[in-house]
């Protein structure tokens, strides 16, 4: 009975189940394909580990433009945390980013701190990272 219904069904892509390597976070450049891929398919599990064991301060580039966003994981949130709402929202939030196409982003690491890190210390880096990469006054940066 099952094989007749399937059998009406075209076959639309084989994918490998496979778990993929973790580049690294000095390595992990997604887009917003990946970045929803990685959020929920078994073959990223290990991403999502490495991920969740880090707060830390990320960077997302508008493709169409070059434009560029700073943001962090502090406080009780992981990186894995921050990145599910854009990979959910394609926003997560952020005023600068509602009006972009999520399409076009893409997402990387510029630095992580170990979870028992004080605030402050990421605030601290997050503020030097939209001062070196300017993008309070050139990119998608508000504050």
Same mark, same amino acid.
């Given at each position: ?7 009406g ?25 990946q ?22 301060i !990320?960077? *997302?580039?508008?493709?169409? #433009? ?7 994981? %502090?406080? @009780? /949130? ?28 893409? !997402?990387? *690491?510029?630095?992580?701190? #170990? ?7 990421? %605030?601290? @880096? /997050? ?17």
């Amino acid at each position: 009975m099952y094989g007749i219904t399937a059998a009406g069904y075209r076959v639309a892509e084989v994918a490998d189940a496979r778990p993929l390597r973790f580049p690294g976070f000095d390595r992990l450049i997604v887009d917003r394909v990946q970045l929803q891929a990685l959020t929920r398919e078994h073959r990223y599990t290990g991403w999502r580990t490495a991920l969740a064991s880090v707060k830390g301060i !990320y960077l *997302i580039t508008d493709t169409r #433009d070059g434009r560029q966003y700073v943001g962090k994981a %502090d406080g @009780a /949130e992981t990186i894995l945390q921050r990145w599910s709402e854009y990979a959910t929202t394609g926003h997560g939030g952020n005023v600068e980013l509602r009006g972009l196409d999520p399409a076009t982003l893409r !997402y990387s *690491i510029l630095r992580v701190f #170990d979870p028992a890190t004080p605030t402050r210390v990421i %605030d601290e @880096a /997050e503020s030097h990272f939209k001062q070196a990469l300017d993008t309070r006054k050139h990119g998608l940066n508000r504050n």
